[in-house]
């Protein structure tokens, strides 16, 4: 039954939310966002450690490693983190997009180019599915996403209140 609704789908294949999320999931970037706990945070931990590349030198300009250590250390600790920040965001945008493409009852869709925008109605099948992978395999990213956030979001806050007893 699902096949003959799919089948009847004026959307073209590579604009089908269903298609959007598996190119999605299988991105270099984004499918590390679906990894096991253990190796997310090892692979956001490496996004940081080789930020320390820019962050170093420049937090050694301002606070020289052999006078001002813990200043150093903070400083680079933050400004590597940005990079692991900015990368957050990027994977948030990128599977909101496609959660509210899978959520909604009807997709927009261009037939060929920009000026010729279409909708189609989602049949309850297609409705159904989609919901489905939003519920059990989009939801879990998200909290892993706001929980990360909320770690750097707390570290800074610890950095901060460290900072000024320094």
Same mark, same amino acid.
């Given at each position: 039954?699902?096949?003959?609704?799919?089948?009847?789908?004026?959307?073209?294949?590579?604009? /089908?939310?269903? #298609?959007?999320?598996?190119?999605?999931?299988?991105?270099?970037?984004?499918? &590390?966002?679906?990894?096991?706990?253990? #190796?997310?945070? %090892?692979?956001?931990?490496?996004?940081?450690?080789?930020?320390?590349?820019?962050?170093?030198?420049?937090?050694?300009?301002?606070?020289?490693? /052999?006078?001002?250590?813990?200043?150093?250390?903070?400083?680079?600790?933050?400004?590597?983190?940005?990079?692991?920040?900015?990368?957050?965001?990027?994977?948030?945008?990128?599977?909101?997009?496609?959660? &509210?493409?899978?959520?909604?009852?009807?997709?927009?869709?261009?037939?060929?180019?920009?000026?010729?925008? %279409?909708?189609?109605?989602?049949?309850?099948?297609?409705?159904?599915? &989609?919901?489905?992978?939003?519920?059990?395999?989009?939801?879990?990213?998200?909290?892993?996403?706001?929980?990360?956030?909320?770690?750097?979001?707390?570290?800074?806050?610890?950095?901060?209140?460290?900072?000024?007893?320094?």
């Amino acid at each position: 039954m699902m096949r003959s609704s799919l089948e009847n789908c004026p959307v073209p294949t590579e604009q /089908q939310p269903l #298609n959007e999320y598996e190119e999605l999931k299988n991105a270099w970037l984004f499918r &590390d966002s679906t990894l096991s706990w253990g #190796n997310y945070t %090892q692979k956001m931990f490496w996004i940081w450690a080789w930020s320390w590349l820019i962050a170093g030198p420049v937090a050694a300009a301002s606070f020289p490693p /052999q006078k001002q250590i813990f200043n150093f250390l903070l400083c680079g600790s933050g400004a590597a983190s940005v990079t692991v920040v900015l990368v957050l965001v990027r994977l948030y945008l990128g599977w909101f997009y496609v959660r &509210d493409r899978l959520y909604s009852p009807t997709v927009f869709y261009e037939e060929s180019g920009w000026y010729d925008g %279409q909708t189609w109605t989602k049949p309850p099948e297609v409705m159904s599915r &989609d919901r489905l992978i939003v519920t059990y395999e989009i939801k879990p990213i998200f909290q892993r996403l706001q929980i990360t956030f909320a770690a750097l979001a707390l570290m800074y806050l610890i950095g901060t209140i460290v900072w000024h007893f320094l």
